[in-house]
Structure formats: C-alpha cells, structure tokens
C-alpha cells in the first residue's frame, strides 16, 4: 500500500558506468568514447518501470550522455518527468574553481533545456561534491537560474559529506539570493547520520531495512530523497580492471538486486518529480 499525503522525491542519476568517481583514476573523459555506451538503454528501463507504476520522477543530466542521446531527453520531458543539471562531465565540484564550476553548469543547464524545452531548475554535483569547501557553489547556482539543489550529502565520507548540515529540507541563504536544499535521505542512529534509500547504500541493504528506515525518516523530517543510477540496473555491464577492492565493492555489490528493490520502493511508497515536493515544502518555509 502506498503511504498517502506528501510524496517522495525519486530521482535519476544519468551517468555510465565508465563515469563515476570510484573508477576515475583508471578511466578519464578523454577515454569514455572508447566504452559502449548502456546509459540509454537503462534509463529507458527505468522509464518503463516508472510508467508501468505511474510515477513521474526528476532525471538529473549529464551533459556528455545528453549530447549522444538527445532522444531521451526528449522522451523523458515527454513523459512528464523533470529534467534537471547533473554537470557536463561528472568533474567533483571542489576541484573546480569557481568560474570553472560556472561554465560547466551553464553549459549543461543551456544544453538540457534547448533539447528539452522545459525550464531546467534543479542541480545534483557529480558524487555530492557541493561541501564546506565550496562556499561560492550555492551562490553560482542562484546566479545561474538555479532554484534548488541537491548536492549537499550530512554524513561524513571520504569523498565528500558535509556532516553538520540539515537532514531536512531547508532555505540556503547566499548573497546572490536563496536557494532550496533537499539533502540526500539519512536517518539518525545512536548520534550519527546514517544513509539510505539511494546508491551503493540501497544495494548494501536488505530491503526491509531500507523500508524501515525510510518510513523512520518520513516520521522525523518529512519527505526523503530516493536516488539511483542507470547503471545500477545493469548487472552485465563490462567490468573495470585495475581498480581498487574498495572501489569494485562500492560499484558492483548486489547489482542484481537493484532492479527488483527499486519495483519495491515504487510500490511501498509516494513519489512525485523533486520540483513538485519542494513546491509543496517552499508553501511550508514561507510561514
């Protein structure tokens, strides 16, 4: 049974397998045209299952993957999904500087809305690299259009986190003016913030965890962020030698799993595009 009221945000990650962090130092961009591309055909697959259950969600682009398939960014603003930024080319925020960090978002939110025709609101940085040490990132974004973003993980982590930060959604004040923040979901244990519901934390966990918490944080700070990638689906995709354990184990554990636990999150639970739960929220924040 779904839960009514306020839905959930359920959110998309369009990128490849050949383009994530974990596999950064054995693959650069120079390089991607060399591995087949499977980000389409996955991100068509998660549109059937979202349609087949009549849930709209919010697709965050990489620009690279949006110039080689402008077909699905049309297919996926035709179906009543959200598109919004994810970067051009999946580089980590803080090792931008800030004109650098400017030009990639332009540049990607320009792209996505000429082939989309929709207004392009919402930004996701490439692994959560949106941090302490980034203080102009928020305000670049409110000077780009940008009116919410979703890039800021509280949890500690060795690639990015910043773990003081609200686990609700909040208003960031920066001097070009607010912006929303709807931070990846985390529930609080024993003093520390947990993640869940997204990435490898929702492939690491046996479902009936994942749905326990969920519903704890619905409970404590209201609506919650899934987030997935297409390549989580994928568990034939070509495996990438030479990497580190940690990072193999980060990428590859339970793939085959995903599928089946995303089918089960889309039953258990209420989700909408982030645009329209943060329209709801905002309603809230204005009191």
């Known amino acids: 049974m779904m839960e009514p009221i306020c839905p959930n945000a359920f959110t ?53 993957i ?17 598109i919004a930024a994810h970067g051009y080319d999946h580089r980590l925020v803080y090792r931008l500087s800030e004109d650098e960090f400017r030009s990639d978002v332009r540049r990607t939110r320009t792209l996505l809305q000429e082939l989309s025709g929709r207004e392009v609101s919402g930004y996701r940085a490439p692994s959560w690299s949106i941090t302490d040490r980034t203080p102009w990132a928020l305000r670049v974004l409110v000077e780009e259009g940008f009116r919410y973003d979703s890039s800021v ?4 982590h060795d690639l990015h986190g910043s773990p003081d930060a609200p686990r609700e959604i909040h208003r960031r004040e920066t001097e070009a003016g607010p912006i929303l923040e709807f931070p990846p979901a ?83 639970f209420d989700f909408a595009p982030m645009k329209d739960v943060l329209s709801r929220a905002e309603t809230v924040l204005a009191y």
């Not at 993980?153 to 500690?156: A, D, L, M, N, S």
């Not at 934390?201 to 700070?221: E, V």
């Open 153 to 156: 993980f509280p949890i500690r």
């Open 186 to 268: 985390v529930v609080r244990v024993s003093g520390k913030n947990i993640p869940v519901g997204g990435g490898g934390f929702l492939r690491l966990y046996p479902y009936w965890l994942t749905r326990r918490m969920l519903r704890s944080i619905k409970t404590q700070t209201g609506p919650f962020v899934v987030y997935v990638h297409p390549w989580e689906i994928d568990p034939d995709q070509p495996r990438i030698k030479g990497a580190s354990l940690k990072s193999r184990f980060r990428h590859y554990v339970n793939l085959r799993t995903t599928r089946w636990k995303i089918e089960r999150l889309l039953t258990d």
């Open 12 to 64: 998309v990650d369009v990128e490849d397998y050949f383009q994530v962090t974990a596999f950064e130092k054995k693959i650069t961009p120079e390089q991607w045209n060399d591995w087949p591309l499977r980000a389409v055909a996955n991100t068509e697959t998660l549109l059937d299952l979202l349609a087949a259950r009549g849930v709209k969600g919010t697709f965050f682009m990489l620009g690279w």
């Open 66 to 82: 949006a110039e080689r398939a402008p077909d699905l960014v049309r297919r996926i603003a035709a179906e009543g999904h959200e």
